[in-house]
Nanobody, 115 residues
């Protein structure tokens, strides 16, 4: 079983930065990939960024150049550094982990960007 706990959300002005953290219970090495997803009000959940066990990353076009996903295997934690935030980045952000055929989700953390 894998449990994910997100933190770091909050209210920030446009142009500001936030760093989200996702603490993973259990060894992160057993996980194939981890990602951040978000769900904005009235919209479907979408992929924001993903990082493989080998460190390969992929980003949604809307966040490329502004967001950076990283993982610290020693701390069993995945991060999402968000810079140059825009009001359209406002959403609940969810951490995701894939291990084999199993998919795990965190409880979500709210990010609100004011204009």
């Amino acid at each position: 079983q894998v449990q994910l706990v997100e933190s770091g959300g909050g209210l920030v002005q446009a142009g500001g930065s936030l760093r989200l953290s996702c603490a993973v219970s259990g060894s992160i090495f057993s996980i194939n990939s981890m990602g951040w997803y978000r769900r904005a009000p009235g919209k479907q959940r979408e992929l924001v960024a993903i990082i493989s066990n080998g460190g390969n990353t992929n980003y949604a076009d809307s966040v490329k150049g502004r967001f950076t996903i990283s993982r610290d295997n020693a701390k069993d934690t995945v991060y999402l550094q968000m810079n140059s935030l825009k009001p359209e980045d406002t959403a609940v952000y969810y951490c995701n982990a894939v291990r084999g055929i199993y998919i795990y989700w965190g409880q979500g953390t709210q990010v609100t960007v004011s204009s």
